[in-house]
């Protein structure tokens, strides 16, 4: 059982340049979510779903889109990359609503370089 | 709305010390809370969660948190510190509604003096 996996590990990019960070779990989970993490401003939610084929805006949402195509996949994509979002990249996913699906299981994390 | 304040992005114990990190939540309806943990270039782990039910609740490596509402907050502790725990924690709240998203302080690193 892998949970939640990420990839790339590692990118750097050249400012403008475009890609796109693949998170895969395979515990069928409802709900994905993308945070990015920088220092002293701990884990802040770019974009998240709630099923297959839904998407919405978290907190930072600006210069970064998303899609979920397949239920166990969520795709984190920048158009056009800019120094500012030089960043460790997490994804995570829990169950669903309720007290007993309440915990989030996360990726090892995508660090991110902008040049 | 919902936000945590971690107090003290830094925290210090000696080996076998008291560990306390504090942690304050905002929120309009009943919180879940939780605490997370990461090591050096790896992801978050899950320390503990409160959601219904006892207020104490106890986690993994001997970490436990006490959820008193009155107080809005969740702090996270441990009777002995051991060189293994030094990491950063994070404090997060979420609800059970809409897509329960997860809110985050800003994190604590420990360092544990041996």
């Known amino acids: 059982n892998a949970g939640v996996t990420q990839t790339p590990k590692f990118r750097v990019l050249k400012t403008g340049q475009s890609m796109t960070l693949l998170c895969a779990q395979d515990?069928?989970?409802?709900?994905m979510y993308w945070y990015r993490q920088d220092p002293g401003m701990g884990l802040r939610l770019i974009h998240y779903?709630?099923?297959?084929?839904?998407?919405a805006k978290g907190e930072v949402p600006d210069g970064y889109n998303v899609s979920r195509l397949k239920k166990q996949n969520f795709l984190l994509g920048l158009e056009s990359a800019a120094p500012s979002q030089t960043s460790v990249y997490f994804c995570?996913?829990?169950?669903?609503?309720?007290?007993?699906?309440?915990?989030?299981?996360f990726g090892q994390g995508t660090r991110l370089t902008v040049v | 709305a919902q936000s945590v304040t971690q107090l003290g992005s830094h925290v210090s114990v000696s080996e076998g010390a008291l560990v306390l990190l504090r942690c304050n939540y905002s929120?309009?309806?009943?919180?879940?809370l939780f605490w997370y943990v990461q090591y050096p270039n790896q992801g978050l782990q899950l320390l503990l969660k409160?959601?219904?039910?006892?207020?104490l609740v106890k986690g993994i490596n001997g970490f436990e948190a006490e959820f008193k509402k009155s107080e809005t907050s969740f702090h996270l502790t441990k009777p002995s510190a051991h060189m293994s725990d030094a990491a950063e924690y994070f404090c997060?709240?979420?609800?059970?509604?809409?897509?329960?998203?997860?809110?985050f302080g800003t994190g604590t690193r420990l360092t544990v003096i041996p």
């Open positions: 995570a996913s829990r169950r669903g609503q309720g007290p007993l699906n309440a915990e989030a299981f």
């Open positions: 515990m069928n989970h409802e709900y």
């Open positions: 779903s709630v099923g297959e084929g839904t998407t």
């Open positions: 929120s309009s309806v009943p919180p879940y």
């Open positions: 409160y959601t219904t039910g006892a207020t």
């Open positions: 997060a709240v979420s609800d059970d509604g809409g897509a329960n998203n997860l809110f």
